[in-house]
């Protein structure tokens, strides 16, 4: 039996955070977003924007395994 996963792209000043296996990031079935990023050390408060498989949600979805996470921060400009 394999771990379930997700690949998780991280855009913009999130990009540093990656974590190296970022395309297989293994996952516990029904963590919330906000939990895996918490056990990823990534700042939550940063999560402004989550799309999972092009959708947007939110930080308390939960992942099955399989689903392709981006996270944007907030963005500013002009």
């Known amino acids: 039996m394999t771990t379930p996963h997700i690949q998780l ?3 913009a000043a999130l990009s540093p955070l990656s974590p190296e ?28 924007l989550i799309f999972i498989n092009g959708i ?3 930080l308390e979805t939960r992942l099955s395994g399989g689903e392709r996470v981006g996270i944007f921060p907030p963005v500013a400009g002009g």
């Open 9 to 11: 792209k991280l855009f």
């Open 21 to 48: 296996n970022s395309d297989r990031v293994p996952i516990k079935p029904g963590i919330s977003v906000k939990e895996m990023l918490e056990r990823l050390d990534i700042p939550t408060v940063k999560a402004h």
């Open 56 to 58: 947007k949600r939110s």
